[in-house]
């Protein structure tokens, strides 16, 4: 690791994040169906991925998009992640859904948009599951650290942020992708923290670099969207990358 902090190491069954090695979480914007979601994870642990991501529930800016197959999907991913052995990372956007989310999914992924949803905050605060803490696009780091606070303020912890990007003037990328984030929250939480290079730049062809660089500044792991047919996917497709670009990624990231 390049880190010069170091941050507490979550465990998660046979998986740490925080330890001593960066994790790679992978997989689709979107579960599309049970034999998409399947075959991705078959290849995205043959490239060496340690976690499997995928939304069940989308948080679409468009009501009128494609807004994810739920429950559906959510067993179609825990099935992949059984027949694979990597656990499963999904946004939850709605409390309701928490038992069952207690339940069945290793991380719980809160998205930049629920980041100041602080009853969401408050009762996922209230299990001990890993909580993946996306930054809100517009959220300053102090926020963040304090939306994270409520959740701690619930007794659970085990707290993981993800930064991916924030909205700037710039709009070549989707978003700023703000590495300095990086060993600022390190530093300031002593929690881990992963880079998503896909939302965090929007351009497919940007994530293998972004990876690195994330890498070199000390992240404790990356969340990529990568897809069998990336040209197909039903969301983001522009960043997603195929798998045999994963499996490079991961090759230059773990040796
Ligand atoms: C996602 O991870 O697919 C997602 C919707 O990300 P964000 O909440 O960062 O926009
Ligand atoms: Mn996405």
New binding site residues.
């Given amino acids: 690791m390049n880190s010069n902090y170091t941050t507490k190491c979550i465990q998660i069954g046979d998986k740490s994040i925080g330890g001593s090695k960066p994790v790679i979480i992978a997989g689709p914007?979107t579960i599309e169906s049970y034999s998409q979601i399947m075959g991705i994870a078959q290849q995205a642990k043959a490239a060496g991925a340690d976690f499997l991501?995928g939304?069940i529930f989308?948080?679409r800016t468009n009501p009128n998009d494609f807004q994810g197959h739920g429950l559906d999907g959510l067993e179609w991913m825990v099935e992949a992640g059984k027949q694979t052995g990597l656990p499963i990372v999904t946004?939850l956007m709605d409390a309701s859904y928490l038992d069952i989310f207690v339940d069945k999914v290793d991380v719980i992924?809160i998205?930049?948009?629920n980041m100041y949803n602080y009853s969401l905050l408050k009762a996922v605060g209230e299990t001990k599951k890993p909580i993946l803490l996306?930054r809100g696009?517009s959220a300053t780091i102090r926020e963040w650290i304090l939306a994270a606070e409520h959740i701690a303020k619930g007794g659970n912890d085990n707290i993981i942020f993800?930064e991916?990007g924030i909205r700037t003037f710039e709009d070549y990328t989707r978003n700023t992708l703000d590495l300095a984030a990086v060993p600022i929250i390190q530093k300031e939480t002593g929690l881990p923290i992963i880079v998503?290079p896909s939302?965090g730049t929007g351009i497919r062809e940007l994530v293998g670099i972004m990876s690195q660089a994330a890498i070199a500044c000390g992240a404790d792991g990356l969340?990529i969207?990568a897809h069998t047919d990336p040209e197909q996917s039903v969301s983001?497709k522009a960043q997603t990358i195929d798998m045999a670009t994963l499996e490079m990624i991961i090759k230059r990231i773990k040796g």
């Fill in positions: 914007c991501r939304g989308k948080p946004e992924q998205g930049s948009r996306k696009f993800c991916r998503d939302h969340m969207e983001d």
